[in-house]
């Protein structure tokens, strides 16, 4: 059995450094976002001189480097502060995990007095908390707030942190707002919405040629000299493109790609080995967010994908019948009775149509609306991937 190990441990390998083709590793360098970078750093500069600087807002799809690109402008701001005599404090909040007003403030406070113990305090506490310390150090506070669609009541998280604005005599609090949901910004609050945009920034999904290069860039640190063939980096970076766009998924296939030439013993990594990745790919990145879904999103994609698989049918003004395209009706009708048969309460038609947008926004659904006329307006749904891989993770996943 020990030989196992020996042979795991002494095993050929294509990578030299494997964390670097992560996508939780960010370069120093970030190709093709130089024109963002620039734009937020000339948003940012009058923090250097104690001018009030704007608020914020960056969106774009997944994977295209919005938090990569404010982190990367917030770490050259702070190492140039001495340099022009200014404080400036950067904190980033990560709205899925700090998803109360309570627990952003929380990480603000923790970070401005990083000695003290602050869990349990009553919110007042922290607000005055923080506002001592902006007034005092004379702070250019700067937080961003990323997946900031995820926060629970936004509207009051801002108009809390606009407000200190008004209550402290020296230094500022800067909100940098990040989104990869792409209509968040039309269902803002409008104060909400002209607080947070003042600035903002759209990020287009990269192309096959600027996914090649960011490929190209971890290649050379991440896998042994001559290791991957040309024809496989073309290959990930045309298919990445033509998919989302996304830099994360370009990267996870490298990576996976890598693990498949390991496996073979290959001393090169080919256009086969992407392909072959390409499965295991889509399997996790699917697999992973059905099974990280609430209970009633669960239990609404469950039901599109039982339509989908028997009665489902549209049919289109031309006559003909899209088989695997549902009406939201119908989908609503199959939640309910899914609830009922579970002995759970559905939930209203309003909140459904939310629910599947977000099933679309995290592209496990695509949705189009009806066109007028015919049958007025209603929200065609249908299943991104097959119905019976669907049902599968769900069965195995349902609480
Ligand atoms: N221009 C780039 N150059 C090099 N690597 C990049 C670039 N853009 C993105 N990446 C890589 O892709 C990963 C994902 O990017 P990032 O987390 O910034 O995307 P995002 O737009 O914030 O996505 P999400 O909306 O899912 O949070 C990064 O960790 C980094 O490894
Ligand atoms: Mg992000």
Known sequence: MNDIFERELTKETVFKDRNVISPHHIPDNLPHREKEIEKIMKVLAPSLSNKTSKNLFLYGKTGTGKTSVAKHVLSRLIQVKDKYKVT???VHVNCRIQNTKYQVLLKMVEYCYPEQEFIGYPFAHLHDKLIKYIDKTKTNFIVMLD???????LDDLL??????NDEVQNGQLILIGITNDVSFKDRLDPRSKSTLCEEEMVFPPYNADELKEIIEQRIKTGFKEDAVSKSAINLAAAMSAQESGDARRALILMQKAGDVADDEESKKVTDNHVKIARESVEEEIVYETIKTLPEHQKILLYGIAQLTSNTGHYEKLDGSIDKKTLMSGQVYERYESL?????KEPKTARW??????DLDMLGLVTTNISGKGVRGNTTLI????????VK???EEHFT
């Open 339 to 343: 609830c009922k048969s579970r002995g």
């Open 147 to 153: 997946e900031v669609d995820k926060n629970g009541n």
């Open 352 to 357: 459904c149509r939310e629910y599947i947008h």
């Open 159 to 164: 108009y809390t942190l606009t407000r200190i």
């Open 382 to 389: 249908k299943l991104a991937y097959p119905e019976d891989k």
């Open 88 to 90: 400036v404090d950067a």
């Open 392 to 394: 599968k993770v769900l």
